[in-house]
């Protein structure tokens, strides 16, 4: 996986290789745990957020 198609999945354009759909993310901001999508792109996260 190449840093085009980790780009394009990121964006939303390319499906993602892995969803984990409603993961426990925790926010380092607020030190909360919110529920979100993470999209896997190799062996890379591409995005944490709606995919």
Do not use: K, Q
Not at 12 to 30: E, H, K, Q, W
Request: charged fraction near 20%.
């Amino acid at each position: 996986m190449g840093l085009e198609s980790l780009i394009s999945v990121a964006r939303g354009t390319s499906p993602a290789d892995l969803l984990f759909v409603n993961a426990r993310v925790i926010n380092t901001f607020s030190a909360e745990i919110e529920l979100a999508n993470v999209a896997i792109c190799g062996d890379r996260i591409a995005g944490v957020g709606d995919y």
